[in-house]
């Protein structure tokens, strides 16, 4: 069983769609996307997270555009080193890959999928390319799949992940097979009994979370914008609001998936971390003990620890 006082050994910042268009231009004449990344990455210092990555899980550029990669590269990289993090990128339907090699990953332009293997200690992220250029559905080719079956032969110390734009999964809300992952059965032949803990992706524009051959998948919102989920069957609304991204913490037994949203809201009570911090010094007892006070008395007895 975990331990409620164990520490994640790795955490990952997981954005997704972030749809950067010509600059100055807004997305659909009104989401300023420049200004949503810049407001998560904001909020992260703010947090003075110490991320071991920043992974963005596709549609980086909304039409592929170089201007839009050359901001959004420095922009997240700048913020990465003020973190302490580095960078790890996915192809997703909306960038091309000859922009998405040369100017994120400082590679020859190519049409072959971005396939790629990195490493946090003993963790291992590897990024898989679900796109077929001039598509907006998906398909992992034999080759990718014979790839990622040789790699996954080899487990590591602490285990897998696996990133890719498009979710290996059914999509409850928009009955759309022209942008889904197709063949979806051939990668779970590949991941199924693997030492893959958690699979991330994006492209739907809403938070959800399932099983993908019996591994937690977890699909990271836009921060552009949001596709709701109360449309009417066949209908689609994306609208300017509700932008999250995702804090992926990983434990030795478990991995946790937490959504957070890009903005900012009205504050309706803050509680003290010099305070906090003292009362998770206490013992899970004593915790428990105050925590049965009336809210009054709660601070002035944890105020009274601090004149200890
Ligand atoms: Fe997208
Ligand atoms: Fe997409």
Do not use: H
């Given at each position: 069983m975990t331990d409620p006082n164990e520490r994640p050994s790795r955490f990952i910042v997981h954005m997704s769609d972030t749809h950067l268009v010509a600059a100055g231009d807004l997305l659909y004449g009104k989401v300023d996307c420049d200004a949503n990344v810049a407001a998560a990455l904001a909020q992260l210092e703010a947090a003075q997270f110490r991320p071991d990555a920043i992974l963005l899980t596709g549609d980086l550029a909304d039409t592929g555009l170089a201007e839009a990669y050359l901001r959004l590269r420095p922009q997240i990289e700048a913020a990465a080193e003020r973190l302490g993090s580095r960078v790890i990128w996915v192809m997703g339907n909306h960038d091309k890959r000859d922009q998405f090699r040369s100017l994120l990953l400082d590679q020859e332009p190519s049409d072959e999928p971005v396939d790629e293997v990195h490493w946090i200690g003993g963790l291992r992220i590897i990024v898989l390319d679900s796109t077929v250029p001039g598509y907006h559905h998906g398909e992992i080719t034999d080759a990718q799949l014979a790839w990622l079956r040789s790699e996954l032969a080899t487990p590591a110390a602490e285990g897998t992940i696996l990133a890719l734009h498009h979710p290996p999964m059914p999509d409850p809300v928009y009955v759309?097979?022209?942008?889904e992952l197709q063949d979806q059965h051939k990668l779970a032949d590949v991941v199924r009994g693997s030492d893959i803990r958690s699979i991330l992706a994006g492209h739907l524009h809403y938070s959800t979370n399932t099983t993908f051959a019996g591994i937690p998948l977890s699909v990271a919102s836009a921060t552009c914008y949001t596709n709701t989920v109360t449309e009417p069957e066949g209908s689609t609304l994306g609208v300017d609001g509700a932008q999250s991204i995702n804090l992926v913490h990983v434990y030795e037994e478990q991995v946790v998936h937490t959504i957070m949203p890009v903005h900012t809201f009205p504050t309706l009570y803050e509680t003290n971390g010099d305070l906090m911090r003292l009362f998770n010094a206490l013992t899970v007892e004593q915790q428990v003990a105050v925590l049965a006070m009336p809210i009054t008395e709660r601070m002035s007895y944890v105020s009274a620890l601090r004149a200890d």
């Open positions: 759309n097979v022209g942008i």
